[in-house]
């Protein structure tokens, strides 16, 4: 059974960081390309931040690039997304994802099971 878990939201000031970790387990993770998408209120679900398997391809949601930052350790099957300069637009429920598209304005949802919970962040001003 493949588990996906998020951790590290919180709350943080306007300028601060947060990095958030996801652990699976249940699979071959290192051969996964992994992804963040995020849920404001009232909003869909938005693409974020997506890395292969092998970590040679990275793309970002142009509003966070040169702030966010997709990581991995598939030592630890963990991937991760360090985020900086969070700004109180980035407040949103945040989903890790197996299998997501890399590319950033692809339509292709992977299925539910590939999903994990979600980890809050909200940002204050």
């Known amino acids: 059974q493949v588990q996906v878990a998020e951790s590290g939201g919180g709350l943080v000031q306007a300028g601060g960081s947060l990095r958030l970790s996801c652990e699976v387990s249940g699979r071959t993770f290192n051969r996964d390309d992994m992804g963040w998408y995020r849920q404001a209120p009232g909003k869909k679900r938005e693409f974020v931040a997506a890395m292969s398997w092998s970590g040679s391809i990275i793309n970002y949601h142009g509003n966070v690039k040169g702030r966010f930052t997709i990581s991995r350790d598939n030592a630890k099957n963990t991937v991760y997304l360090q985020m900086n300069n969070l700004k109180p637009e980035d407040t949103a429920i945040y989903f890790c994802?197996?299998?997501?598209?890399?590319?950033?304005?692809?339509?292709?949802?992977?299925?539910?099971?590939?999903w994990g919970q979600g980890t809050a962040v909200a940002v204050s001003s």
């Open positions: 994802v197996i299998g997501p598209p890399l590319a950033p304005d692809s339509t292709y949802v992977p299925c539910d099971e590939l």
